[in-house]
């Protein structure tokens, strides 16, 4: 099992690597034959009148799939604590919906939407000035549901993968009334009629703005 670890606003010592090091190993002893690589980010933030200032993330590839958790508190060994429980049970739930796998129909793991022709409003684009980071990770293709499933183990707002139907790049978010939205590319093959589904990227604004996500 590969495991990197990286640190920002923090130095990574000989000793922490090692607290951190004991702490995945456990998390993931029972998963390794499911787990490919290991990435653990630790930070502290600036502003030393946060409560809960000190994060540690952690992400786990696996062989098909990418399993997220973070934690923060006031002491960042503690974060650790957390993360790593809190990884472990993500681990064991994705193990077990590998094993009761039941596919769904399309149509039943997302709900049709209303065609919205503005996307934007009278919002403005607005575009970060600097790449600050970037992931590279594996998109093997996948129904639906399975990337509701992903997203739901990840722990973000939106998750982005290769429709197995389509062969295209989809983006499946989750909505904020309830319920699960896709974004789906207008190609010619449609004749220029947007796709009922794209009406996810509305969603008020959170899921994506002229392809640039609010949450990364």
Avoid: W
Avoid at 54 to 74: G, L
Avoid at 103 to 108: D, L, N
Avoid at 183 to 191: C, G, Y
């Amino acid at each position: 099992m590969k495991l990197v670890i990286q640190g920002k606003n923090i130095e990574i010592t000989e000793s922490l690597h090692e607290y951190v090091r004991l702490k995945v190993e456990k998390a993931v002893n029972h998963f390794q034959a499911l787990t490919t690589e290991v990435d653990v980010h630790l930070s502290v933030a600036r502003n030393p009148r946060m409560a809960s200032s000190q994060t540690a993330e952690v992400t786990i590839y696996t062989n098909d799939s990418v399993v997220r958790a973070e934690e923060s508190s006031e002491s960042l060994y503690a974060s650790i604590d957390l993360v790593a429980d809190k990884i472990s049970r993500q681990l064991r739930k994705y193990k077990e919906k590998r094993r009761s796998h039941v596919s769904v129909k399309t149509a039943e793991a997302v709900a049709i939407e209303p065609v919205v022709s503005d996307l934007i409003g009278d919002r403005t684009p607005a575009l970060p000035t600097e790449v600050v980071r970037t992931k590279y990770f594996a998109m093997p293709p996948m129904s639906i549901q399975e990337a509701q499933e992903h997203l739901e183990m990840v722990g973000h707002d939106f998750y982005m993968f290769c429709n197995a139907e389509t062969g295209e790049i989809n983006v499946i978010y989750e909505r904020n009334h309830g319920g699960f939205g896709v974004i789906q590319p207008r190609n010619s093959h449609n004749n220029g009629h947007s796709h009922p589904n794209e009406a996810a990227a509305h969603n008020n604004g959170k899921a994506v703005r002229n392809g640039t996500s609010v949450r990364a």
